[in-house]
């Protein structure tokens, strides 16, 4: 009865949650394994972390890759002021998004301030789940449970011996699925590549690869159709992430399934790729889509058109989405936040294990987050 109890008190506020404010810190966290695409090479995490504070005392918590330092800077500067529009509202993620875009619409949503939304959206989410002690997935009606993981750690642009073993050694922190970055200086680098991890790893193991936007459509469908015999998973991002014609060629012309999404900007984004037919999957970024709330809208549109959907970064939020998306495919698992989090998320035989706590599953190590700051 005295559970019961203590339940009935923490779900009261639950309903009456103000925003107070919001705090957010810059940091530079070390990768484990630095990354190479045909972007450019990472060997750091700029990450902003994201603290809502309530009225009622209840926190939520969120974190933002920012690409470059430059990035972090700016996204603080956006969650500035976004935190003064939204002072003394309700905790209602909905709602807080609909009053956000409009206030965003002159200026333009595209880019930094749909990200600095979307951090905001998740800690909102983080502080329901928070207040009703349930995790996200349960909040959202549904359950928590392992979900399909690839690691999408390193396995950059290097030679072949390299990417080779270095596949194999990223199968053993318990995963079946691995991803290559593409894009080398010719079609036979690639495949090279390709050969060496596929020769390596076990006949059973998934290798998807990821051109990173690398490629002109005639490219594209050159590099495709020598990949379509090297018995890869899928084909991601090979040209420009918003030529959905281009991409549409490809889907059609190509045996190996084509993926794209994670540079999708809300669901009007995702919604013209999907009449374009420009995919056979699709993968969203918690950040760009428009955090949980545009998450769940881009869930209901990859099920409507019948097409798998994957996560993008963000794996221990995205694990919890994933287990109510009702399409969903796999998890890109990354441990870019991994050094600055309390509980990182796990992995076991394949499998990305959520967070069955309150809310969406992040705890801050305080004592790493000092040590990377970033100012």
């Known amino acids: ?84 529009m939204v002072r ?45 002690e349930l995790p996200l997935a349960r909040l959202l009606g549904g359950e928590v449970h392992p979900v399909p993981a690839y690691n999408s750690n390193a396995l950059g642009l290097d030679p072949p011996e390299k990417v080779a073993e270095e596949a194999l050694e990223l199968l053993s922190e318990g995963f079946h699925a691995v991803k290559l970055r593409l894009g080398r200086k010719t079609l036979w680098d690639d495949v090279l ?16 690869t990821d051109f990173n936007q ?21 084909i991601e991002e090979p040209v420009r992430h918003d030529d959905y014609a281009g991409a549409a060629r490809l889907a059609r012309e190509l045996e190996t399934p084509i993926q794209i999404g994670e540079n999708f900007l809300g669901t009007h984004a995702m919604s013209a790729a999907i009449e374009a037919r420009a995919a056979d999957y699709l993968m969203p970024d918690l950040a760009r889509i428009g955090g949980v709330t545009g998450w769940l809208r881009a869930a209901a549109l990859a099920d409507a058109a019948g097409l798998e959907m994957s996560s993008h970064l963000y794996p ?3 694990a919890q989405l994933l287990a109510v998306t009702p399409s969903a495919h796999f998890l890109e698992f990354v441990d870019w936040a991994s050094p600055i989090l309390a509980r990182p998320l796990e992995i076991a035989d394949g499998q990305a294990l959520p967070d069955d706590a ?16 970033l100012e």
């Open 1 to 84: 009865m005295a559970t019961a109890e203590r339940r009935g008190s923490a779900l009261a506020p639950a309903a009456k949650l103000t925003i107070r404010g919001v705090r957010t810190r810059a940091l530079r966290v070390p990768m484990r394994r630095p990354l190479g695409t045909s972007g450019g090479t990472i060997t750091t995490a700029p990450l902003v972390l994201v603290d809502l504070e309530t009225e009622e005392g209840v926190p939520g918590r969120a974190y933002l890759f920012a690409y470059s330092e430059l990035g972090a800077r700016t996204l603080r500067q956006f969650l500035a002021g976004i935190a003064d």
């Open 88 to 132: 003394g509202d309700a905790v209602a993620p909905a709602a807080i998004a609909k009053k956000l875009y409009g206030r965003f619409t002159l200026m333009g949503r595209e880019g930094l301030p749909t990200i600095a939304m979307s951090g905001l959206d998740v800690a909102l989410w983080d502080a329901l789940g928070r207040a009703t």
């Open 193 to 208: 590549a390709v050969r060496a991890v596929r020769a390596r790893i076990p006949a059973e193991a998934l290798l998807m």
């Open 214 to 234: 690398a490629l002109t459509v005639a490219e594209a469908v050159a590099r495709g159709r020598a990949l379509d015999r090297e018995r890869v998973y899928w």
């Open 316 to 318: 221990e939020v995205s």
């Open 358 to 373: 309150p809310g969406v599953g992040l705890e801050w190590n305080e004592e790493a987050v000092a040590r990377f700051a």
